[in-house]
């Protein structure tokens, strides 16, 4: 199985930047599709940002669409998330998580992901 650490969070003033990274460990990561999911509280986790195994495909939330960029370096077992033009709403626990598979697709759905960091805080001031 794949382990996945996340850092990268915390507090930042509305219009500003943060960027999360993702560490993964334990098999090859160029094996894995890759997402970021976020829950703030009180509502039900969902879905940010999707990459492919070999990074050549993404995908995007709505809400997000313009201001996030997904990323990985396979070389270094590295998944990141740039978060620009950030909002109030954007608050919330961030994760990554990984679901291995042999084609190149982008996954979205949170059920089909195995692998799950344990979450960094992102909190956006207005």
């Known amino acids: 199985q794949v382990q996945l650490v996340e850092s990268g969070g915390g507090l930042v003033q509305a219009g500003g930047s943060l960027r999360l990274s993702c560490a993964a460990s334990?098999?090859?990561?160029?094996?894995?599709?890759m997402g970021w999911f976020r829950q703030a509280p009180g509502k039900e986790r969902e879905f940010v940002a999707a990459i492919s195994r070999s990074g050549g495909s993404t995908a995007y939330a709505d809400s997000v669409k313009g201001r996030f960029a997904i990323s990985r370096d396979n070389a270094k077992n590295m998944l990141d998330l740039q978060m620009n033009s950030l909002k109030p709403e954007d608050t919330a626990v961030y994760y990554c998580?990984?679901?291995?598979?042999?084609?190149?697709?982008?996954?979205?759905?949170?059920?089909?992901?195995?692998?799950w960091g344990q979450g960094t805080q992102v909190t956006v001031s207005s």
């Open positions: 334990g098999r090859t990561f160029s094996n894995y599709a």
């Open positions: 998580a990984a679901d291995r598979r042999s084609d190149s697709r982008v996954v979205v759905t949170i059920s089909q992901y195995d692998y």
